[in-house]
């Protein structure tokens, strides 16, 4: 029987945060080297599989985050919140047994449309936690977050080093599995049944929290900012293992230790130091210093010569991380307080439709420029039959760069206060 919400709820959703962190955190230096066995393929090829299976995870997340959403508030948070780390179990125990590409891809699928762990999570937070304590427990599951990323990449280049490229993907599937069934017999629902909706597919829709943007054109211009910005970010996590076995030859456990520095570095400025800046500078500049940041270091990491100039480029480039907390803090003073909410959905949409986009062109464009004359063919199908012109495999860093700078040009000039407030006027 399960007992009624307390500290131990609070305590397990925490865990449950935590370990998907670590899991996501595990993939990424081993990866490469896990698609490499199942494919038989060089690393050119896993880099375009790697695009794949981001892009079917991505897509399925975020078409599915809102029904997940939807039925979490018909039926309550227990059964959703089960029901993910069941599949996340499943996914990860897939992937070390995978005998082919075939389910690997299946398996990111179902992992994607389960992906409802951390809205449901924060949902559950919202319903056993009194108003005036919300923002130290969401606080947690930030914390939560971040630790997971540290960990995780580091763990999972050790345990590949030394047990091969599978091992890490059973690892994660037996913490699944432990946190599964001890929210099974532990985790209370939290979701009253006077506080249940029917399930509406209108608000299950993913691509209904664009209508926000209609509704209030002087946020457009800095959607348009955020969007170009967090296209170029996500070149590091999606490229970063492929780009230091190619052009440093590192093994899994350095990849994952430099991605642990990543995850540091990132959680010190979220942690504390962007609430400083703000402080000193106000939303708008800050904004402009981390666009100003990313665009310098994504040129930096396309040209880096040596590996152990990637920890100093790190620790600068985390200070990117002003950007989005920034534009946020922009756009939420030019909305009224009843649409806040709504504003937070789209800006989820917005970083959603980045994940789908961006993982994929960037792996894509990393394939083609280190196997440079090579035809480049997706499904079969010859795009480019004379394939990239030169190597190089920091091409996506570059145009992540471009992307990053086109984002400041855009907060500079279309987002400009004297736009934004005659938009608001209008």
Same mark, same amino acid.
């Given at each position: 029987?399960?007992? +009624? ?6 305590? %397990? ?22 698609? !490499? ?6 690393l050119s090829h896993a ?53 082919? !590409?075939?389910?690997?891809? =299946? ?22 936690? @009194? ?9 947690? !599951? ?50 009253? +049944? ?46 970063w293992a492929y780009y $230091? ?5 590192? #093994? ?39 666009? #100003? ?8 990491? =396309? %040209? ?7 920890? @100093? ?6 200070l990117s991380g002003f950007?989005? @907390? ?5 756009? #939420? ?21 980045? !994940?789908?986009?961006?993982?994929? $062109? ?21 795009? %480019? ?28 000039? =279309? ?12």
């Amino acid at each position: 029987m399960v007992r +009624e919400p307390g500290r131990s709820a609070i305590f %397990f959703i925490f865990t449950t945060v935590l370990l998907s962190m670590i899991g996501m955190g595990v993939v990424m230096p081993v990866m490469p080297k896990l698609i !490499m066995a199942v494919s038989g393929e060089d690393l050119s090829h896993a880099a375009r599989w790697g695009g794949v299976l981001t892009l079917v995870y991505a897509a399925m997340q975020f078409l599915m985050m809102p029904v997940m959403g939807a039925l979490s508030d018909r039926y309550g948070r227990r059964p959703v919140l089960l029901g993910s780390l069941g599949a996340y179990s499943i996914d990860f125990l897939l992937m070390a047994l995978a005998p082919s !590409m075939a389910l690997l891809v =299946a398996a990111r699928t179902l992992a994607g449309a389960f992906a409802a762990t951390f809205s449901t999570a924060n949902a559950y937070v919202a319903d056993i936690t @009194p108003p005036e304590k919300r923002a130290a427990n969401f606080g947690m !599951m930030g914390a939560a977050f971040g630790l997971g990323f540290i960990i995780g990449p580091g763990l999972g280049g050790l345990l590949a080093d030394h047990f091969g490229p599978r091992a890490p993907f059973y690892f994660v599937a037996a913490l699944g599995a432990i946190n599964f069934v001890y929210g099974l017999f532990f985790l209370p629902e939290t979701l009253k +049944e006077e506080h249940r909706r029917a399930f509406d597919w209108r608000r299950a829709n993913a691509f209904g929290s664009f209508n926000q943007f209609r509704r209030y054109p002087a946020i457009f211009p800095i959607a348009v900012a955020m969007l170009l910005y967090q296209l170029g970010h996500w070149a590091f996590p999606s490229i970063w293992a492929y780009y $230091a076995e190619e052009r440093f030859a590192w #093994s899994p456990s350095e990849i994952g230790l430099s991605l642990m520095a990543v995850g540091g570095a990132a959680a010190l400025v979220q942690g504390g130091l962007t609430r400083i800046v703000v402080r000193r500078l106000a939303e708008r500049r800050t904004a402009i210093l981390g666009l #100003s940041i990313a665009t310098t270091c994504h040129v930096a990491y =396309a %040209f880096v010569p040596e590996g152990w100039m990637i920890y @100093p480029l790190v620790l600068v480039g985390a200070l990117s991380g002003f950007t989005i @907390p920034a534009l946020q803090a922009i756009m #939420s003073r030019a909305l009224p307080a009843n649409a806040q909410g709504e504003l937070q959905g789209a800006l989820g949409a917005v970083n959603g439709l980045s !994940m789908i986009i961006s993982p994929w $062109a960037m792996t894509q464009i990393f394939s083609a420029f280190i196997s440079p004359g090579e035809p480049y063919e997706i499904a079969g199908v010859t795009l %480019f039959p004379h394939g990239a012109p030169i190597y190089f495999p920091g091409a996506p860093f570059a145009l992540s760069s471009l992307l990053a700078g086109s984002a400041l040009l855009t907060l500079l000039f =279309a987002a400009s206060p004297r736009k934004t407030q005659a938009a608001e006027a209008a």
